[in-house]
């Protein structure tokens, strides 16, 4: 139901902007988040949006850097990431959630995409 691109190789300090494209009308879910696995690592959200209305929620170890939006004419989801660090390097998961509140618990993803790699290192 997501498809996540957008992901690469990238610098540290440097940006990348991911997108999940869904196959329903963003507004037949009723929030879109990320998460991300690093290696080793366990599930670990990071985001989510609201289709209601478009309360956003961004987890403390990322907000500054990372930004969610929404374009519902393209049924896409991004995921603005600036100030990229080593340690952001892993694959990036997008998927419906029954809600976006103030946590973004990688629990509570009903559904998620292939992924996308992100690696970040000189």
């Known amino acids: 139901q997501f498809v996540e691109s957008g992901g690469g190789l990238v610098q540290p300090g440097g940006s990348l902007r991911l997108s999940c494209a869904a196959s329903?009308?963003?507004?037949?879910?009723?929030?879109i988040g990320w998460f991300r696995q690093a290696p080793g690592k366990e599930h670990e959200g990071l985001s989510c949006i609201s289709t209601r209305d478009g309360y956003t929620y961004t987890a403390d170890f990322v907000k500054g850097r990372f930004t969610i939006s929404i374009d519902e004419a393209k049924n896409t989801v991004y995921l603005q990431m600036n100030s990229l660090k080593p340690e952001d390097t892993a694959v990036y998961y997008c998927g419906e959630r029954h809600f976006c509140v103030n946590h973004v618990f990688s629990r509570d993803f009903l559904s998620w995409g292939q992924g996308t790699e992100v690696t970040v290192r000189a």
């Open positions: 329903r009308f963003t507004q037949d879910y009723v929030a």
